[in-house]
């Protein structure tokens, strides 16, 4: 057996869908310096999210997700 939530709707049945987190590497960069910012995100704004709030300052060069 599944072990998903269910809820009601305005009567209609629903089910949450699982969630999946994926690792993700932001290229970030900071006066002129290029690192990388590994996280764990449900999607790419969320990993860009968390990069910003470690780095407030960067610039956001690219996302991909790590295999």
Known sequence: RRH???GT???VQTC???IFIM???VTCM??????????Y??????????????????CIMSSTIVY
Do not use: D, M, W
């Not at 900071?30 to 996280?39: I, M, R």
């Not at 995100?41 to 960067?58: D, E, G, M, T, V």
């Open 4 to 6: 998903t939530r269910y």
């Open 9 to 11: 709707v305005t009567g």
């Open 16 to 18: 949450a869908l699982p």
């Open 23 to 25: 690792k993700h590497r």
């Open 30 to 39: 900071v006066s002129g310096k290029t690192f990388y910012v590994e996280c």
């Open 41 to 58: 995100a449900i999607n790419r704004q969320q990993a860009i999210n968390i990069a910003l709030a470690q780095y407030p300052n960067a």
